[in-house]
């Protein structure tokens, strides 16, 4: 599977972006996707996680509220809705996609998009 994370951007604070995350392969619909972000200086830290129908969603604290994630068998498209943007929220976003239950720690990941960079501004 390969992955093509789009979408991030500079917004101000209290604004909103969407981003992306495109896979290759057929077989998407058998893998829980998730979105990392990684700030400068920082371990790369979970944000959200979706599993395989959709049907089930774990988010970070942080970001409980604020984001929304989804997905689209039909695209081999997942996404992510950011409102209420922070500065805090600065960092390159990175999907991956793994087979395995929800998980918020890299290690059950097996792929990895090449991260896209969200820049807050106050």
């Known amino acids: 599977v390969q992955l093509q994370a789009s979408g991030g951007g500079l917004v101000q604070a209290g604004g909103s972006l969407r981003l992306s995350c495109a896979a290759s392969?057929?077989?998407?619909?058998?893998?829980?996707m998730g979105w990392f972000r990684q700030a400068p200086g920082k371990e790369r830290e979970f944000v959200v996680a979706i599993s395989w129908t959709g049907g089930s969603t774990y988010y970070a604290d942080s970001v409980k509220g604020r984001f929304t994630i989804s997905r689209d068998n039909a695209k081999n498209t997942v996404y992510l809705q950011m409102n209420s943007l922070k500065p805090e929220d600065t960092a390159v976003y990175y999907c991956a996609a793994g087979h395995t239950f929800i998980a918020t720690t890299t290690l059950p990941y097996d792929y990895w998009g090449q991260g896209t960079l969200v820049t807050v501004s106050s």
């Open positions: 392969g057929r077989t998407f619909t058998s893998y829980v």
